[in-house]
């Protein structure tokens, strides 16, 4: 199976010594965001784990510690960096340090293993097209032959997200065309594959491969194995979205980043709260076991396929 770690929360830059206890005791305990005392029991044992999901925006903290993941037949990064500043990122490290971290983790786990996400793309006074297309470009080539992959989305206005950043704008059209466009000759000129992310297909016809970021093909080249899924274990998180986002071991209102177009927080406080509550020798990213927890077991078995390879 694909155990994720990175969309409800950023475990690597904030909570990586409670992961790596994890790994050491072998299984995680999940509360469901919807039903609270519904908690399901992951197994970590690289016997049905096949591959580790990674979305982060400071691999740093993890790279000491990748040793940890060697028992497992692989393992996926998502990467952050775009070029917002502390006024929309007031947390995330210096794009430097992690334009370094992402060289790093590359070549300990191989560009195959490592796709950078530039997104959510917005617009205003400051980050302006041009803004974007002149950073992008200095990124780029920068991350040529460390990463074969860079996913852009454009920011979408969830609740949480109006909540935090009243000021956001959708970005227009005839914007997201243009940027598409340019944005995929330039990762072409550096050797990178430019995807979309719940975009639809508008980009396709500027080269812009549309069918999914976090997808079985994306895990299996990581691998260099093919997965055979049981049915029903794969399936999309949204409507628009075609990637995979099932066993996620994170938690929402946790995530120290605080960047403002944030989907996964719902406010500054709740984080703050939450982030005391974190216990590193818990089982639970945030507390502990509740009275009237219903503590069941995930299905989980390997996907990997012995009989085939590439």
Known sequence: MILQTGMRTDIPAFYTPWFLNRLRAGFVLVRSPYAPQRVTRYSLSPDVVDLIGFCTKNPGPM?????????????????????????IEPNVPPKDRVLADIRALSAAVGP????????????????????????????????????????????????????????????????????????????????????????????????????????????????????????????PSRKECACYLGGDIGAYDSCGHLCRYCYANADAAAVRRNMRRHDPASPFLIGGPQPGDQVRDAKQQSWLDGQLSF
Not at 65 to 86: C, E, K, N, S
Not at 171 to 183: A, H, S, T
């Open 112 to 235: 195959e293993a490592v796709a950078w996400r530039y997104d959510p793309i917005l617009l205003d006074g400051t980050y302006t097209v041009e803004r974007h297309l002149a950073e992008f470009a200095r990124m780029a080539a920068a991350l040529e032959g460390t990463v074969e992959t860079c996913v852009i989305s454009f920011l979408d206005l969830y609740k949480k997200v109006q909540r935090n950043f009243p000021e956001a704008r959708a970005v227009p059209k005839p914007q997201r065309l243009l940027l598409g466009r340019e944005l995929a000759g330039v990762a072409k000129k550096h050797g990178i594959t430019l995807k979309a992310c719940g975009e639809g297909d508008e980009l396709a016809a500027y080269g812009v491969d549309c069918a999914g970021c976090m997808t079985l093909a994306a895990y299996e080249h990581a691998l260099h194995a093919r997965l055979t899924p049981p049915p029903g274990a794969v399936h």
């Open 63 to 87: 790279l000491p510690h990748l040793d940890a993941l060697r028992p497992y037949a692989g393992q996926y990064w998502f990467v952050t960096l775009t070029p917002y500043g502390r006024d």
